[in-house]
């Protein structure tokens, strides 16, 4: 062990999925994580390349613990994988962990992985699955959470996309669909805050309003959105900062959500 594990009393939430993922992957996490921001939550993930970094990092910038259970040893030295050294060294920092049964300076093999997956599952009272083909390694951690009695979570995809198929394999055999952070904070038993179950009135919206929530069908970035508004980029700047103060629209790192 590395750093501090999650505090007394909190809820831990392990984020796994596929380390090849669509663009879908990145909008899902930072908008569930960041949803779930203000309750004692912590996201535990693996370290690897893909949805885990994704996870680490968005509960980093959303101020939630993070326990990163690598599938090597904890040592800088044998860390795996490299590139995610940093990263490592910024969880520590934050007041997050970093936690293996291998020995300190173990050098990850292709079973340390699959090995450690339990020990995720285990940890956790609920594991988020987000994008897995049909034969992707999160599978194993899927099939753990069931094994032992946790909450299985997974975020519905594109039914034509191969990354969908792992997810909804589960989501047939009775996983718990999620599609919005009230949904996670349910499923781990914690009492809904106020703010989080307020609701914009949209018939209250103007019609320069409803063009900016149509064009957010899906997060979009600051300069996608000033090009597609039918206006000056004064009035679109200030169309967009207008509809964030009442809370119609939020931004996460650089997109744009409708609330």
Known sequence: MRGVLPPQGTKCLAVVGSRHYTNYAPQVIEYLIHGIKNYPISIISGLAIGVDSLAHKSALTAGLHTLAVPGSGISDEALYPRQNLSLAHKILEH????????????????????????IMAGLSDAVLLIEATEKSGTLITARLTV?????????????FSENSKGVHQFLKLGATPITHPNDIIIALGLTLENETMQIPNIHSLTEDENVVLAILSEPRDHDTIIRLLPYTPEVSLTLLMRMELSGHIHEQNGLFYKT
Do not use: C, M
């Open 95 to 118: 007041g997050g962990g970093l936690l293996s049964e291998f020995e300190s300076h173990f050098k990850a093999t292709p079973w340390s992985f699959p090995q450690r997956n339990r």
């Open 147 to 159: 094994d032992y009695n946790r909450e299985l979570l997974v975020v519905p995809g594109n039914i």
